[in-house]
């Protein structure tokens, strides 16, 4: 069985519908995917699973902060119509257009000219984040493509960078378990942590409810696996994986492809009586 526990659909900031992501993985040959997008369940208001050879995980993305840090926490196997769960993509949706606001502001202070209303009408509905000022400063001119958007004007320690202003580590695990899901600390390796403060995350992560942490995530080294998997084991978390799949623009970001859990870790969907709903 191929799990592939962490990927977004253009319900936040991937490209494909959930059908056509669904219709993909399957083609890439994972048997069950879970769909994780950025605060919103929306995804699951219009897929249709009937046809779909791939199981459907119901999962959410929640970002957060942790002292001064971003950090994403997944929620998985949720129950998308649970109140609770959709009061908190709610009020996190409406903290991405103060936001966007804010975003905007700063930018406009670097010389950018008001992006605001260009960016609103890229995310239509989504909620809105930093890859639609990327889009929209690439169509603009201002910046080559979007690594560059992320490198100038976006990425961690620029302008656009706007932490505050999320749900706090325990609020955002207490809505996931809340509706019958498995909270799991995203991506750990990518928010640059010394070893010591990534277990000090995971530590109060899972103090807070949580459950597991992506010990794969996409492409990552050996050696990180190893230390995630070490860090799982000694914390008693479970362990998930998954691509974080987001366009289907580039050959090395697809469904299912990343390297595997290694043996001695706890597979999250181990502790699930049922994978799906
Ligand atoms: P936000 O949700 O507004 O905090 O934006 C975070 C999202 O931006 C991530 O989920 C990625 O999809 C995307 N992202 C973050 N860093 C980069 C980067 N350097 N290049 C392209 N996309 C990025
Ligand atoms: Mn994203
Ligand atoms: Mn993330
Ligand atoms: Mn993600």
């Not at 769909?35 to 993305?61: N, Q, Y």
């Not at 002292?67 to 949720?78: A, D, P």
């Not at 606001?101 to 209303?117: E, F, Q």
Request: with cysteine.
């Amino acid at each position: 069985m191929i799990y592939d526990l962490h990927s977004h659909s253009n319900a936040s900031d991937g490209s494909l519908e959930p059908d056509a992501l669904l219709a993909l993985a399957g083609e890439c040959g994972v048997d069950a995917l879970a769909i994780t997008d950025h605060d919103t369940l929306a995804a699951f208001d219009r897929i249709d699973t009937s046809v779909s050879p791939v199981r459907l995980i119901a999962g959410i993305e929640f970002s957060t902060t942790w002292r001064k840090y971003g950090v994403h926490i997944v929620g998985l196997n949720v129950d998308p119509a649970c109140p609770v769960l959709r009061g908190g993509a709610e009020r996190q949706q409406q903290s991405r257009h103060l936001r966007a606001r804010l975003i905007a502001r700063r930018l406009r202070s670097k010389g950018l000219p008001d992006v605001l209303d260009d960016v609103l009408q890229i995310a239509g509905g989504e909620p809105i984040g930093r890859p639609h000022f990327a889009e929209h400063l690439v169509r603009a001119g201002i910046v080559k493509d979007v690594r560059a958007a992320f490198r100038k004007y976006l990425g961690a320690g620029k302008a656009g960078d706007v932490r505050n202003g999320w749900a706090s580590l325990p609020e955002v695990v207490r809505w996931i378990v809340c509706s019958g899901g498995t909270a799991v600390l995203a991506h750990p390796a990518r928010y640059r942590l010394t070893k010591t403060k990534l277990r000090a995350l995971a530590t109060d992560f899972r103090t807070a409810g949580g459950a597991a942490i992506e010990v794969v995530c996409g492409q990552q080294s050996l050696n990180t696996t190893t230390h995630l998997a070490r860090l799982a084991n000694e914390l008693g978390l479970a362990a998930s994986c998954g691509s974080d799949f987001h366009h289907d623009s580039n050959c090395w970001s697809r469904p299912g492809r990343f390297p595997s859990l290694p043996l001695d870790v706890k597979p999250v969907w181990t502790t699930w009586q049922t994978c799906s709903r």
